[in-house]
């Protein structure tokens, strides 16, 4: 399960998740001031400077965190979450961050780390968890030969991943293939949603609240040790975990749908559509190709098929 942090601008009240006033501001700000112009890194610089708290409580600041910020979805607001930005700032943001994806590699060379840049953490090994990267040999002064395999495969050790070594190509293909499954059957998508963890049932925030009021209880008790403490604290982030999801589903199917809708089936790669619609593919040994995308839908395709039916 995935550690659970509530995202800044929101604090507990009561069993209830609440906006923290000041922080949510600081949130509306980040916001502005990239639609504005500002960098990830001037963002983050100033955030830094100005002593504002991290998720981790640290004034420590870094592009990846600031981008973090600007594509969390949970800022729109959901069934666990107030509101914090509306709909036009929010795809305001994510079009500008698009433009500037789009802008990199225009030469041959920063092609090459562009594509290394859209494939990273999330081609991943279905084996040992290992994220599969990009390897270049070197065939001669004018041919390279370029592979993507898990980076566990390189590990001067006894044992070591021997998951499928895929091509550029091949990655390519098996996202063709599992776009044009869902260009063919839209229907997918909202038969998906029966598969989707319910609304958030009316007494979670009573739940919540009593695991919050015992685990207050043992840490005025000094009781930091206590196993109970450690099994309420694990089944209050699972909680939060599970129901944390619930206001992504609609929001990230309805960007799958204006991005496919009425769209003919793909005859090439298109790495922006890829970038928007795909979370992480799952690479394993017996060819087996699972695709998620980013509303949680899983398609599997099959390594010995991709790339023969175009």
């Known amino acids: ?30 916001f502005t001031n990239y639609i504005n112009g500002s960098s990830l890194t001037k963002i983050a610089e100033e955030l830094s400077v100005g002593g504002f708290p991290n998720s981790y409580n640290k ?4 592009h990846g965190s600031v981008g973090r910020i600007l594509e969390n979805v949970k ?15 929010f795809e305001l943001v994510q079009k500008r961050r698009e433009r500037i994806a789009a802008g990199f590699g225009r030469d041959s060379q920063s092609n090459i780390r562009k594509k290394q840049g859209i494939f990273n953490n999330k081609i991943k090994c279905g084996e040992c968890g290992g994220i599969y990267r990009q ?26 991943c021997t998951n499928l070594i895929l091509k550029e190509r091949d990655i390519e293909s098996i ?47 000094e009781q930091f040790s206590s196993k109970e403490l450690a099994r309420l604290v694990f ?24 991005e496919l809708m009425n769209k003919k089936p793909l005859i090439e790669f298109k790495e922006e559509l890829f970038i928007k619609i795909v ?8 060819g087996r190709i699972m695709v998620e995308f980013i509303n949680g839908i899983t398609l599997e395709e099959d390594y010995e098929n991709i790339g023969k039916d175009e």
């Open 235 to 258: 089944k209050r982030a699972q909680a939060y975990y599970n129901i944390s999801k619930v206001g992504d589903y609609d929001y990230n199917t309805r960007k799958i749908k204006e």
């Open 135 to 160: 390897y270049i040999t070197r065939r001669g002064k004018t041919e390279d030969k370029t592979e993507w395999k898990c980076k566990n495969q390189t590990r001067q050790a006894r044992i070591k």
């Open 1 to 30: 399960m995935k550690q659970w942090h509530m995202p800044i601008g929101y604090k507990m009240v009561d069993g209830k998740i609440v906006l923290d006033s000041e922080k949510a501001e600081v949130i509306k700000k980040i």
């Open 75 to 89: 800022y729109l607001g959901d069934t666990l979450y107030p509101r914090i930005i509306d709909e036009k700032t």
């Open 59 to 62: 004034p420590s600041w870094n």
């Open 175 to 221: 996202f063709i293939s599992a776009t044009n499954k869902i260009i063919s059957r839209m229907w997918m998508l909202d038969k998906q949603k029966e598969k989707q963890p319910p609304k958030k049932p009316p007494n979670i925030n009573i739940e919540i609240r009593n695991i919050e009021a015992r685990i207050k209880e043992l840490e005025e008790e």
């Open 279 to 286: 979370n992480q593919i799952l690479i394993y040994r017996d």
